[in-house]
């Protein structure tokens, strides 16, 4: 079992950045891929960005390419998700997610944190 904790969500202008955490606990050296989705109201949950276990493999999204970096700590429990030039179409419950894989679909991840809320206002 993993666990999982996002935080550093906030209000930000259009513009500006913000930098998501996600603490992993219990069974955090099962060598698992973390991700990152959202959740905008009234919509699905969208992949924005994954990292391997080694965190020497990384995948965007379209949107998040250019934009968003992920990472992880040295200790791999943690995960970072650094977000620039963002946008109001940005906003959305930002999930933090571990899974076997590195995969940008939701159903590779086993584990989920509660979410972070980031809003960008214009």
């Known amino acids: 079992q993993v666990h999982l904790v996002e935080s550093g969500g906030g209000v930000v202008q259009a513009g500006g950045s913000l930098k998501l955490s996600c603490a992993a606990s219990?069974?955090?050296?099962?060598?698992?891929?973390m991700a990152w989705f959202r959740q905008a109201p009234g919509g699905e949950r969208d992949f924005v960005a994954a990292?391997?276990?080694?965190?020497?493999?990384?995948y965007y999204s379209h949107s998040a390419q250019g934009r968003f970096t992920i990472s992880r700590g040295n200790a791999k429990d943690t995960v970072y998700l650094q977000m620039n030039g963002l946008k109001p179409e940005d906003t959305a419950v930002y999930y933090c997610?571990?899974?076997?894989?590195?995969?940008?679909?939701?159903?590779?991840?086993?584990?989920w944190g509660q979410g972070t809320q980031v809003t960008v206002s214009s």
């Open positions: 219990g069974r955090t050296s099962s060598g698992h891929a």
């Open positions: 990292i391997a276990w080694s965190g020497g493999g990384t």
């Open positions: 997610a571990a899974g076997g894989r590195l995969a940008g679909t939701a159903s590779f991840y086993d584990y």
